[in-house]
C-alpha cells in the first residue's frame, strides 16, 4: 500500500509563491512517475506536471515557466515550486504517483487572491 501526503498550500497575494511537497511511503517501485494535478470549482481535473523516476518533466502550457517541479528519490518526494502566481492558479492541488497502479493523495488547497 503507497500513502501520499501532501503539505504547502495555502493563501498567496497574485505574484507570489508557493511550494507544494508530496511524499510517498509504502511499497514503491523505483520506476515511477510522480505529479501533481489540480482541480478548480466545477472543472475536471488537470495535469500541472509530472517528473519520471530518471528526472524527465512534463507541464501544462498554462504554467510554463512559472512551475517547477522536482523530486528527491532518496526520500522519496515530489515537489512544486509555484511562481507568479494567478488567480486562476486557485484550486485544489493533488499529489499522484504512477508505478503499476495510479495512488493520489488527499488534495491541498491552492487560493491565489487578486
Known amino acids: 500500500q503507497v500513502q501520499l501526503v501532501e503539505s504547502g498550500g495555502g493563501l498567496v497575494q497574485a505574484g507570489g509563491s508557493l511550494t507544494l511537497s508530496c511524499a510517498a511511503s509504502g511499497s514503491i517501485f523505483l520506476i515511477n512517475v510522480m505529479g501533481w494535478y489540480r482541480q478548480a470549482p466545477g472543472k475536471q481535473r488537470e495535469l500541472v506536471a509530472t517528473?519520471?523516476?530518471?528526472?524527465?518533466?512534463n507541464y501544462a502550457d498554462s504554467v510554463k515557466g512559472r512551475f517547477t517541479i522536482s523530486r528527491d528519490n532518496a526520500k522519496n518526494t515530489v515537489y512544486l515550486q509555484m511562481n507568479s502566481l494567478k488567480p486562476e492558479d486557485t484550486a485544489v492541488y493533488y499529489c499522484?504517483?504512477?508505478?503499476?497502479?495510479?495512488?493520489w493523495g488527499q488534495g491541498t488547497q491552492v487560493t491565489v487572491s487578486s
Open positions: 517528473i519520471t523516476s530518471s528526472g524527465s518533466t
Open positions: 499522484n504517483l504512477k508505478t503499476m497502479t495510479n495512488y
